[in-house]
């Protein structure tokens, strides 16, 4: 805002200071650069400052009066009409400027405020349009997730089921050769225990045999022995 007013102000500075040396020269020549001793040290620019000084509204009109009444006469009337360009004309002239400058810049800084406005409605528009493209395409990302998991599921579940089929069929083909295994074994043992069994019960048939032999002979000596004695004890 500053250098915008001030590039508005350039023509005016160009001629507010054509003004001050035009009326700094006009008093060096009526005061005939006189040395001023609120200048000192500035001798050759103090009537410039005191055109300046006359612009801002500071009036200093003490050595006037030390010139001729002629001189007197058409200082003063310098002076009056120095006062009017600058410090009424050119004053108010500056305002006028500085005032245009900064409704220029609050009309650009409105228009800036709209366009902004306006970038940001079409930068809203963008994200929700963009917003609604991202929905749409999570949408079918998600539809494609949920047919792949439904796959997945499926997938996974039919070769549970076939894994489960082949483990029972084979717990049953394995149960079968275990009866049949058993079963074998089962007659097997029955066999041999009937074939030890009958091994026994003929050893056991051949042994009472033998011991009912050996009681038989026992017998029929014993009796053959009585029958000598008896016979033996009548003689």
Request: glycine fraction near 4%; aromatic fraction near 12%; hydrophobic fraction near 45%.
């Amino acid at each position: 805002m500053i250098t915008k007013v001030f590039q508005d102000l350039k023509y005016f500075i160009s001629f507010f200071l054509i003004f001050i040396i035009q009326f700094g020269l006009i008093f060096t020549v009526l005061f005939r650069a006189a040395p001023v001793e609120e200048y000192e040290g500035v001798d050759a620019f103090g009537y410039y400052l005191m055109i300046f000084r006359i612009a801002a509204g500071d009036f200093a009109t003490d050595n006037y009066k030390d010139q001729s009444q002629f001189l007197v006469i058409i200082t003063w009337i310098v002076w009056i009409i120095a006062v009017i360009a600058l410090n009424i004309i050119f004053m108010n002239f500056i305002v006028a400027v500085i005032s245009e400058s900064y409704e220029k810049v609050m009309q650009k800084i409105v228009a800036e405020t709209f366009k902004v406005k306006c970038q940001e409605g079409k930068l809203a528009q963008k994200a929700k349009k963009t917003v609604r493209q991202c929905a749409m395409i999570n949408i079918g990302e998600w539809q494609g997730f949920i047919k792949d998991i439904k796959n997945t599921i499926k997938t996974t579940a039919t070769r549970a089921k076939n894994e489960t089929l082949q483990n029972l069929s084979l717990i049953q083909s394995t149960n079968q050769i275990l009866m049949e295994q058993l079963k074998h074994d089962t007659n097997k043992q029955f066999y041999e225990m009937r074939a030890e069994f009958k091994k026994d019960v003929n050893e056991i048939q051949d042994t009472l045999k033998q011991r009912m032999d050996g009681l038989e002979l026992l017998v029929k000596d014993s009796l053959s022995k009585l029958l000598e004695n008896a016979s033996k004890q009548q003689q």
